[in-house]
């Protein structure tokens, strides 16, 4: 079946600091990924996402792309500030009778 | 903002009642889903909807219940509650280009705020 692995948090980050939170996946077919944002007592929003492979999904300076032949779709953005402090879940969808996966989530903590 | 509702926020209830958490949309949508989120499992589906009256399970059903009867509502009840039922339930939907049961790859789905349940 589908499965999406996301790196272990919680991820502390100074201000200003490059990001990288690395999601894998493996899944039949040609799934869609997913980048999902979801702030202090809040529900998951959608970040970005990708549809097919080498794509590259970008919002509010966050960027991730679809890299089909390392199964991995990781999330970067290049100065941190302490506004994006959330966890952050990596999400693949292949359609059909499927369901959308979901990894466990990374905790990203931003300090001044 | 996708308009989408739950009630109650919180709730605190004792082992062996019956609790039933509500999700309202605006949006029209076609599927929408209930899902739990718990440390160290993100999140899991409980049950979906493709349609008024049409239901199906996800990975983590037992001890669920859910109706919908209008396109707007998707009901999610807990028979008799149980301490292993504490958790964060969120409500999803999406527009799905799929056709009956099945969903297009490229949906995404809008998620509701959350319901706190705590079982004592």
């Known amino acids: 079946g589908n499965s999406v692995t996301q790196m272990e948090g919680p991820v502390t980050l100074s201000e200003e600091a490059f990001l990288t939170i690395n999601c894998t996946y493996t899944?039949?077919?040609?799934?869609?990924l997913f980048w999902y944002v979801q702030y202090p007592g809040e529900g998951l929003q959608l970040l970005l996402k990708a549809t097919k492979a080498d794509d590259k999904g970008s919002n509010k300076g966050f960027e991730a792309t679809y890299r089909k032949e390392t199964t991995s779709f990781h999330l970067e953005k290049g100065s941190v500030q302490v506004s994006d402090s959330a966890v952050y879940f990596c999400?693949?969808?292949?359609?059909?009778?499927?369901?959308?996966?979901f990894g466990t989530g990374t905790k990203l903590q931003v300090i001044p | 903002d996708a308009g989408i509702t739950q009630s109650p926020r919180h709730k605190v209830t004792e082992t062996g009642t019956p609790v039933t958490l509500r999700c309202h949309q605006t949006e029209n949508h076609r599927y929408m889903y209930w899902y739990r989120q718990d440390p160290g499992h993100g999140l899991r589906l409980i049950h979906y909807s493709y349609g008024v009256k049409d239901t199906d399970k996800g990975e983590v059903s037992d001890g669920y219940s859910v109706s919908r009867s209008k396109t707007e509502d998707f009901l999610l009840t807990l028979e008799s509650a149980t301490s292993s039922q504490t958790s964060v339930y969120f409500c999803?939907?999406?527009?799905?280009?799929?056709?009956?049961?099945?969903?297009?790859?490229?949906?995404?789905?809008?998620f509701g705020p959350g319901t706190r349940l705590t079982v004592l």
């Open positions: 899944a039949t077919g040609y799934p869609s």
């Open positions: 999803a939907i999406s527009e799905s280009r799929g056709v009956g049961k099945e969903t297009s790859v490229a949906d995404e789905q809008f």
């Open positions: 999400a693949l969808n292949s359609g059909g009778y499927q369901k959308v996966t």
